[in-house]
């Protein structure tokens, strides 16, 4: 019996991971997590040994007579300091590096248009769907060649991907569990984020900032694909966008200037 | 220290300003225990509401469904789920938190604690509480528009709050109950900063204070500055709404001029963040009294944890940011919010050694109050951890507005401050009402209340790293969410019986208030200022007042001769021969 609650309970810890991580550096993000777990698994056994042993040597029944101490003295102020010190360097301040290392080598990062190979993306969000914006032939945006397309995502992989993401109505949430990225897209500015995926396959994408009653629809697919199969889509799509785009259609017209 | 003003009230003689329009504090206390304990009773239906729709969705609620939601044959539909985990929030922090942490215990314990006869202004107790009462039937009036209330989550987040997103009155009348709430808090929090310095008894300096008076006193000294610039926030939000304005307006919608919607979100979390501490201080303060005093020996390093209380509620000041990394502020200012949310750990591991460097060598009795503060270590323990996650840029890039979130701060502030409430509750119940409560039922509610919450907040943990967002109607539409339905059932069922749980407690107050065994002076024999007196105390608390010659944990003295374990603080400290 014990053993089958074992087993129930093991299978849920599994079940609680995040999806698979598809990305080059969401690994980072994992990683810090596992480390900053690890320690606080660490702190929070010394606090329970603390507080059941504590509450079973000292009970009434077991002691008596309690220790009259104020905890001022020398020694006790040492350790209590010690252990506030030892927190701070051992879990925060490291953490901290850590994270801070992650975002400057990686996450803050931007890739440069101009010196490597990026595909660029506008992703405009509103009550409730995702669009998304491809440069087109003439690599401009806002031109009546873009590709545009709502709640499909389709990137290639192996390629850094960079959006330029804004809101037109409310604040939501671009949140990408595969890669463990996510960004508010906030009306009247323009927030970004990278990725480079690294596994062909379809994922989820999230609106995880509450934006009213159907913010659990607001939902879009990602496609990953091989370079190959991309460059084939976009080339469909770019066909489709030239013969269909209207240049009258308000609903195609939100496209802006890619700028920085 | 009594440089106040202290002088015997004539007691009141009609019903009227007896119990309705009283200045006496502790009728206010018990006031606010009242208006708290419905809303808690409220804000706990609406979590059961939502935690139904997460697990059961589509299903209809049992019993009271079909008479909440006719049209939809008794299941919670998408809008009125919106409203009721935006009510849900409102409710829990400033309707049945604040009033019972804050108006209750503040109100009842400050006076009697500190040797004074009432509040430095009674007057404005007495419009501290109908201020908040006005509020709350604002707050629950416009649960009845026919658009219904509020519902883009208690943070408010423009531009969903203003017309854009939320056509329809609730969302007005929403600030209009949360003006309301901020007048009546800054009105308490002034009282109680003002009673503390100034009517503390002769020869009670600040480290005589009890710890709970610490954490009132600072959690009032954080009231007094943050919850006016929630007040300012959410004028501009109605003015935004009503008025045509456009300061937090931006996007396709703001003809009429640019706003910015992010402004709203650092007017909000320069309140928001110290209001996690406003709420929490005093059950960090009520705990360590209690551990002390159940423990039967002074509280270990009481200086100590009064002043890392204090460097916490300095620093709660100075890292709201953190709740805003994924809006993409200034990597410099990511970085600075990020390392000074870390630096709240110092004091935090200094307290958590002192609370159980108290319990260390003690004697411990496990009272009903004792259990429910030795809960709080518990899950503030684990609330206090997965701070880290958070606090941290790039892992709460992941788990920003997801469930982790959730779990974390209900363990901070609903299960710890809720634990400390009981306890507060639990040990000054005969003070209060001069009669003792049920202390087999109080340990069945205590175990009752313990191990549900823990399976509800550590699955919201666990369904948070599972990567299920917040404040989603139908979290299956995702198909990868799937896999999370078994954890998320026992967080439902958990929180059903959590609920069933507390009928007990509701059992046990009402029992012991008519029923119960009377109280006598001193029924825990701790030696704080408001044992010294009748239980309940007469209409000016003190009819001498005391003169504070000791500290408030002399629990365990060796050298006491009297049969007592404990002292007075208005006796001389018993030395031993030097």
């Given at each position: 019996m014990d053993f089958l609650q074992f087993s129930v309970s093991s299978n849920w810890f599994k079940l609680s991971m995040p999806v698979e991580d598809i990305s080059t550096n969401g690994h980072l993000i994992d990683g810090l997590w596992n480390y900053t777990t690890l320690l606080g698994?660490?702190?929070?056994?010394?606090?329970?040994?603390?507080?059941?042993?504590?509450?079973?040597?000292?009970?009434?029944?077991?002691?008596?007579?309690?220790?009259?101490?104020?905890?001022?003295?020398?020694?006790?102020?040492?350790?209590?300091?010690?252990?506030?010190?030892?927190?701070?360097?051992?879990?925060?301040?490291?953490?901290?590096?850590?994270?801070?290392?992650?975002?400057?080598?990686?996450f803050w990062k931007w890739p440069d248009p101009k010196t490597e190979k990026v595909i660029r993306v506008e992703v405009m969000a509103q009550q409730w769907m995702w669009s998304?914006?491809?440069?087109?032939?003439?690599?401009?945006?806002?031109?009546?060649?873009?590709?545009?397309?709502?709640?499909?995502?389709?990137?290639?992989?192996?390629?850094?991907?960079?959006?330029?993401?804004?809101?037109?109505?409310?604040?939501?949430?671009?949140?990408?569990?595969?890669?463990?990225?996510?960004?508010?897209?906030?009306?009247?500015?323009?927030?970004?984020?990278?990725?480079?995926?690294?596994?062909?396959?379809?994922?989820?994408?999230?609106?995880?900032?509450?934006?009213?009653?159907?913010?659990?629809?607001?939902?879009?697919?990602?496609?990953?694909?091989?370079?190959?199969?991309?460059?084939?889509?976009?080339?469909?799509?770019?066909?489709?966008?030239?013969?269909?785009?209207?240049?009258?259609?308000?609903?195609?017209?939100?496209?802006?200037?890619?700028?920085? | 220290m009594s440089g106040g003003y202290n002088e015997i009230h004539p007691e009141p003689t009609t019903f009227w300003s007896k119990y309705i329009i009283s200045f006496d504090h502790k009728v206010i206390a018990k006031q606010f225990m009242w208006y708290g304990i419905f809303f808690l009773g409220l804000g706990g239906m609406m979590a059961l509401l939502i935690r139904w729709t997460l697990t059961?969705?589509?299903?209809?609620?049992?019993?009271?469904?079909?008479?909440?939601?006719?049209?939809?044959?008794?299941?919670?539909?998408?809008?009125?789920?919106?409203?009721?985990?935006?009510?849900?929030?409102?409710?829990?922090?400033?309707?049945?938190?604040?009033?019972?942490l804050i108006g209750a215990f503040g109100n009842y314990c400050i006076p009697l604690m500190i040797g004074a006869r009432d509040m430095a202004f009674p007057m404005l107790n007495m419009l501290s509480f109908w201020f908040a009462f006005l509020s709350g039937i604002v707050l629950v009036a416009s649960l009845l528009l026919p658009l219904g209330a509020a519902a883009g989550g208690w943070t408010s987040y423009p531009t969903l709050s203003t017309m854009i997103g939320s056509p329809g009155a609730g969302q007005t009348l929403w600030c209009v109950a949360i003006f309301l709430f901020g007048v009546s808090s800054t009105m308490g929090a002034v009282n109680y900063v003002t009673t503390v310095i100034t009517l503390r008894a002769p020869g009670m300096g600040y480290f005589d204070m009890p710890l709970t008076i610490w954490g009132l006193w600072l959690t009032a000294i954080l009231n007094a500055i943050f919850v006016p610039v929630l007040g300012a926030g959410v004028i501009l939000l109605t003015m935004d709404r009503v008025m045509g304005t456009t300061f937090f307006l931006a996007g396709a919608s703001a003809t009429s001029g640019s706003g910015d919607p992010v402004l709203f979100q650092h007017v909000f979390w320069i309140f928001g963040h110290p209001e996690v501490y406003i709420l929490i201080l005093p059950a960090w303060g009520i705990v360590s009294d209690l551990l002390s005093f159940f423990s039967r020996k002074p509280a270990f390093g009481a200086k100590s944890t009064a002043l890392a209380m204090t460097a916490v509620t300095i620093l709660s000041t100075l890292v709201y940011g953190h709740h805003m990394f994924t809006t993409q502020m200034s990597p410099l200012l990511t970085q600075s919010f990020m390392t000074l949310t870390m630096t709240i750990s110092i004091p935090s591991a200094i307290f958590f050694a002192n609370w159980l460097g108290t319990i260390w060598k003690g004697s411990i009795r496990f009272d009903s109050p004792m259990l429910f503060s030795l809960g709080v270590v518990f899950v503030f323990g684990l609330g206090g951890l997965t701070g880290l996650h958070l606090g941290t840029v790039s892992t709460d890039i992941y788990l920003h507005d997801t469930y982790f979130v959730v779990g974390h701060f209900h363990y901070t502030m609903a299960a710890s401050v809720l634990l400390g409430g009981y306890a507060g509750l639990y040990f000054w119940f005969p003070k209060m009402f001069g009669r003792m409560m049920n202390e087999t039922l109080a340990k069945i509610h205590f175990w009752g209340t313990m191990i549900p919450l823990n399976g509800i907040f550590f699955g919201m943990l666990m369904i948070g790293y599972g990567g299920m967002h917040r404040r989603i109607y139908n979290p299956f539409v995702y198909e990868s969410l799937q896999r999370l339905i078994p954890i998320n059932t026992l967080v439902t069922q958990s929180a059903i019986l959590m609920g069933a749980f507390q009928i007990v407690f509701?059992?046990?107050?009402?029992?012991?208030?008519?029923?119960?065994?009377?109280?006598?002076?001193?029924?825990?024999?701790?030696?704080?200022?408001?044992?010294?007196?009748?239980?309940?105390?007469?209409?000016?608390?003190?009819?001498?007042?005391?003169?504070?010659?000791?500290?408030?944990h002399e629990l365990g003295n060796p050298n006491l001769k009297n049969g007592r374990d404990f002292q007075y603080q208005t006796e001389e400290l018993v030395q031993g021969p030097a």
């Amino acid at each position: 019996m014990d053993f089958l609650q074992f087993s129930v309970s093991s299978n849920w810890f599994k079940l609680s991971m995040p999806v698979e991580d598809i990305s080059t550096n969401g690994h980072l993000i994992d990683g810090l997590w596992n480390y900053t777990t690890l320690l606080g698994i660490f702190y929070f056994i010394l606090v329970c040994i603390g507080l059941f042993g504590f509450s079973y040597l000292y009970s009434h029944k077991r002691s008596k007579t309690p220790y009259y101490t104020y905890g001022n003295k020398k020694k006790h102020l040492f350790i209590t300091a010690f252990i506030g010190a030892a927190v701070f360097l051992s879990v925060d301040l490291n953490i901290t590096r850590l994270s801070n290392n992650d975002m400057l080598a990686v996450f803050w990062k931007w890739p440069d248009p101009k010196t490597e190979k990026v595909i660029r993306v506008e992703v405009m969000a509103q009550q409730w769907m995702w669009s998304f914006r491809y440069a087109g032939a003439d690599d401009l945006f806002g031109t009546a060649d873009d590709i545009v397309t709502n709640n499909d995502l389709r990137v290639p992989m192996n390629t850094k991907i960079l959006f330029h993401l804004t809101s037109k109505d409310v604040i939501h949430s671009f949140f990408v569990p595969s890669v463990r990225l996510k960004v508010d897209t906030i009306p009247g500015r323009i927030t970004r984020v990278w990725w480079d995926a690294n596994k062909a396959g379809q994922y989820d994408i999230a609106c995880a900032e509450m934006c009213g009653t159907h913010h659990y629809l607001m939902k879009a697919s990602l496609t990953v694909y091989t370079e190959e199969d991309f460059n084939k889509w976009l080339n469909a799509s770019q066909t489709i966008a030239m013969t269909t785009n209207n240049p009258e259609d308000k609903n195609l017209a939100w496209g802006w200037k890619w700028e920085y | 220290m009594s440089g106040g003003y202290n002088e015997i009230h004539p007691e009141p003689t009609t019903f009227w300003s007896k119990y309705i329009i009283s200045f006496d504090h502790k009728v206010i206390a018990k006031q606010f225990m009242w208006y708290g304990i419905f809303f808690l009773g409220l804000g706990g239906m609406m979590a059961l509401l939502i935690r139904w729709t997460l697990t059961y969705p589509g299903q209809p609620f049992p019993i009271i469904g079909n008479l909440l939601f006719p049209h939809s044959a008794g299941v919670v539909p998408p809008d009125s789920y919106a409203m009721l985990f935006t009510m849900h929030g409102t409710i829990m922090i400033f309707y049945a938190i604040t009033p019972l942490l804050i108006g209750a215990f503040g109100n009842y314990c400050i006076p009697l604690m500190i040797g004074a006869r009432d509040m430095a202004f009674p007057m404005l107790n007495m419009l501290s509480f109908w201020f908040a009462f006005l509020s709350g039937i604002v707050l629950v009036a416009s649960l009845l528009l026919p658009l219904g209330a509020a519902a883009g989550g208690w943070t408010s987040y423009p531009t969903l709050s203003t017309m854009i997103g939320s056509p329809g009155a609730g969302q007005t009348l929403w600030c209009v109950a949360i003006f309301l709430f901020g007048v009546s808090s800054t009105m308490g929090a002034v009282n109680y900063v003002t009673t503390v310095i100034t009517l503390r008894a002769p020869g009670m300096g600040y480290f005589d204070m009890p710890l709970t008076i610490w954490g009132l006193w600072l959690t009032a000294i954080l009231n007094a500055i943050f919850v006016p610039v929630l007040g300012a926030g959410v004028i501009l939000l109605t003015m935004d709404r009503v008025m045509g304005t456009t300061f937090f307006l931006a996007g396709a919608s703001a003809t009429s001029g640019s706003g910015d919607p992010v402004l709203f979100q650092h007017v909000f979390w320069i309140f928001g963040h110290p209001e996690v501490y406003i709420l929490i201080l005093p059950a960090w303060g009520i705990v360590s009294d209690l551990l002390s005093f159940f423990s039967r020996k002074p509280a270990f390093g009481a200086k100590s944890t009064a002043l890392a209380m204090t460097a916490v509620t300095i620093l709660s000041t100075l890292v709201y940011g953190h709740h805003m990394f994924t809006t993409q502020m200034s990597p410099l200012l990511t970085q600075s919010f990020m390392t000074l949310t870390m630096t709240i750990s110092i004091p935090s591991a200094i307290f958590f050694a002192n609370w159980l460097g108290t319990i260390w060598k003690g004697s411990i009795r496990f009272d009903s109050p004792m259990l429910f503060s030795l809960g709080v270590v518990f899950v503030f323990g684990l609330g206090g951890l997965t701070g880290l996650h958070l606090g941290t840029v790039s892992t709460d890039i992941y788990l920003h507005d997801t469930y982790f979130v959730v779990g974390h701060f209900h363990y901070t502030m609903a299960a710890s401050v809720l634990l400390g409430g009981y306890a507060g509750l639990y040990f000054w119940f005969p003070k209060m009402f001069g009669r003792m409560m049920n202390e087999t039922l109080a340990k069945i509610h205590f175990w009752g209340t313990m191990i549900p919450l823990n399976g509800i907040f550590f699955g919201m943990l666990m369904i948070g790293y599972g990567g299920m967002h917040r404040r989603i109607y139908n979290p299956f539409v995702y198909e990868s969410l799937q896999r999370l339905i078994p954890i998320n059932t026992l967080v439902t069922q958990s929180a059903i019986l959590m609920g069933a749980f507390q009928i007990v407690f509701v059992i046990n107050l009402i029992w012991s208030l008519y029923k119960g065994k009377k109280a006598p002076n001193n029924p825990w024999n701790v030696g704080t200022l408001e044992w010294t007196i009748p239980s309940p105390p007469v209409h000016h608390n003190y009819d001498v007042i005391p003169v504070v010659k000791c500290g408030p944990h002399e629990l365990g003295n060796p050298n006491l001769k009297n049969g007592r374990d404990f002292q007075y603080q208005t006796e001389e400290l018993v030395q031993g021969p030097a």
